[in-house]
């Protein structure tokens, strides 16, 4: 019977495909039934630290700049532009 070793390993093939399939369907039940919620809840905290942050950062470039113009030498008039 030549023709029930095709046909056997194409059903095993379809089986198999089920199977993955109804694993995909599940990792995708769980992703928008547990996931996406929990990334909506968080995600406007994690939004707010990062802003936070960004601040700070922008403060102590601030005062590197103001420590920075304090300590430059003052022009003088050789050091200013002729007109």
């Known amino acids: 019977m030549p023709n029930e070793e095709p046909r056997r390993w194409e059903q095993q093939l379809r089986e198999a495909a089920a199977r993955a399939e109804e694993e995909v369907r599940h990792v995708v039940t769980y992703i928008n039934d547990e996931v996406v919620p929990d990334i909506r809840r968080n995600g406007s905290e994690a939004l707010r630290a990062a802003a936070g942050e960004l601040q700070k950062l922008a403060q102590r ?16 008039d050789k050091d200013a532009p002729k007109p």
Do not use: G, S
């Not at 470039?61 to 920075?68: F, G, I, N, Q």
């Open 61 to 76: 470039m601030d005062d590197r700049r103001a420590a920075a113009a304090a300590q430059a030498p003052p022009a003088t």
